[in-house]
């Protein structure tokens, strides 16, 4: 098993570029999940998938769009990327079912907009 | 909304010490609380979890983590530090029913030789 896998690692956009991070897990798991993480802040929760077809917003989903077409993937959409979303974003997904279920990360993407 | 605070922003412990990062967290359930490390430029580590039994739990890397529900805390602690434990410590909690985690702001241990 590979986990959860993202690419690309490192990317830098200019001001209203778009792009796509993208998110992989072969792991059959239901649930995926993007976060960000900026100094001092932690990490905070962008949107989040139960399942294919059903997406919904985390704490801080401006800027962002996702989609969640198959169990496998779950690619973040920047349309027009802004310097405040120089970050680094963390894919997470975890099965379905009991009451809470542990999380596994991936590596991460480190992006900079100029 | 469950929230989590980790009141340190920096600690810095002399090798050998022993080692106490605190994380107070608001839920107003059974929280499903965990602790993860993060070395510069590197991913998250899963250090330990707490989701029910035993209040005291073991972990990775020698560390280990009370529940304590009468304080809404989940101290993460270690006897003994080692330098090559320097790095980034984040508390989190997740909800019943819900599949993602609220973080904390994290704690950036430094080790002294």
């Known amino acids: 098993n590979a986990g959860v896998t993202q690419t690309p690692k490192f990317q830098v956009l200019k001001t209203g570029q778009s792009m796509t991070l993208q998110c992989a897990q072969d792991m059959n798991h239901e649930y995926m999940s993007w976060y960000r993480q900026d100094p001092g802040m932690g990490l905070r929760l962008i949107h989040y998938s139960v399942g294919a077809g059903i997406t919904d917003q985390g704490e801080v989903p401006n800027g962002y769009n996702v989609s969640r077409s198959t169990t496998e993937d779950f690619p973040l959409r920047l349309l027009s990327a802004a310097p405040s979303q120089t970050s680094v974003y963390f894919c997470?997904?975890?099965?379905?079912?009991?009451?809470?279920?542990?999380?596994?990360f991936g590596p991460g993407t480190r992006l900079t907009v100029l | 909304a469950q929230s989590v605070t980790q009141p340190d922003i920096h600690i810095t412990v002399s090798e050998g010490a022993s080692l106490e990062l605190r994380c107070n967290y608001s839920y107003g359930a059974t929280p499903y609380l965990f602790w993860y490390v993060q070395s510069p430029g590197q991913g998250l580590q899963l250090l330990l979890k707490y989701f029910s039994g035993d209040t005291l739990v073991q972990g990775i890397k020698g560390f280990e983590a009370e529940f304590k529900r009468s304080q809404s805390s989940f101290n993460l602690r270690k006897p003994s530090v080692h330098w090559s434990d320097a790095a980034e410590y984040f508390c989190a909690v997740g909800a019943t029913g819900y599949s993602t985690l609220t973080f904390g702001k994290g704690t950036m241990l430094l080790v002294s030789p």
């Open positions: 997470a997904s975890s099965y379905r079912g009991a009451d809470y279920n542990e999380q596994f």
